[in-house]
């Protein structure tokens, strides 16, 4: 996880603009359709990373965030905009119950 936070910093150092809100759930959902293709685990850390790194890389910089719950105990991983939208929340997650443990990105 170190060597993942240290390239999602150096990431955050792209040239680029705060991507909108459009622009990171393009991002978003064009990861979630590529992780139909991937044989492997597809979960929330590896589509908020995958995001994250695409909205980087087409100049479009969003924040990458760990977050916990504590009743019931859980995790999750999602990507924010500038102005703080949430981009990977469940349709569930009615009320979100995740707190930010880690923000990676535009204003680190």
Do not use: K
């Amino acid at each position: 996880m170190r060597w993942t936070i240290a390239v999602a910093r150096g990431a955050a150092r792209l040239p680029g603009r705060p991507a909108t809100i459009a622009q990171a759930q393009t991002a978003h959902a064009a990861v979630r359709h590529a992780a139909r293709l991937w044989p492997g685990r597809a979960a929330c850390l590896e589509e908020s990373l995958g995001a994250y790194f695409a909205s980087a890389l087409t100049g479009h910089h969003t924040r990458w965030v760990l977050g916990a719950a504590f009743i019931p105990h859980s995790a999750h991983a999602w990507i924010e905009t500038d102005d703080a939208t949430v981009i990977g929340q469940d349709e569930e997650d009615r009320v979100w119950p995740y707190v930010p443990v880690l923000r990676v990105g535009i204003s680190n």
